[in-house]
Nanobody, 123 residues
């Protein structure tokens, strides 16, 4: 599995970004998928995830109402639309494929990780 994440960059507070993650070698259509992040001097934390059907999404409290996770099973791609970004959102964002059909907030339940994309939010 080779997960390729893209869409990170530098944005001002209040701005928006859209992250994408795709795997050109293997389908993850039967797995939960989502995103984690790791900020400077912080542990990796769950951000958002969606089940294998794309019908049920979960979010961390810190991003709920601002971020939206979605997936395209045909394109084998998962997205993270981020709005009203805050400096605290600055982190490397990692896409993740769960071991099961439903996404987990526990990093130990992740089968595959993307390489990460940096999001920097300036104040």
């Amino acid at each position: 599995v080779q997960l390729q994440a893209s869409g990170g960059g530098l944005v001002q507070a209040g701005g928006s970004l859209r992250l994408s993650c795709a795997d050109s070698r293997r389908t993850f259509s039967n797995n939960g998928v989502g995103w984690f992040r790791q900020g400077p001097e912080k542990e990796r934390e769950f951000v958002a995830g969606i089940n294998w059907r794309g019908g049920e999404a979960i979010y961390s409290d810190s991003v709920k109402g601002r971020f939206t996770v979605s997936r395209d099973r045909v394109k084998n791609t998962v997205y993270l639309q981020m709005t009203n970004l805050k400096p605290d959102d600055t982190a490397v964002y990692y896409c993740a494929v769960a071991r099961r059909a439903y996404m987990s907030t526990d990093a130990r339940e992740i089968a595959y990780w993307g390489q990460g994309t940096l999001v920097t939010v300036s104040s």
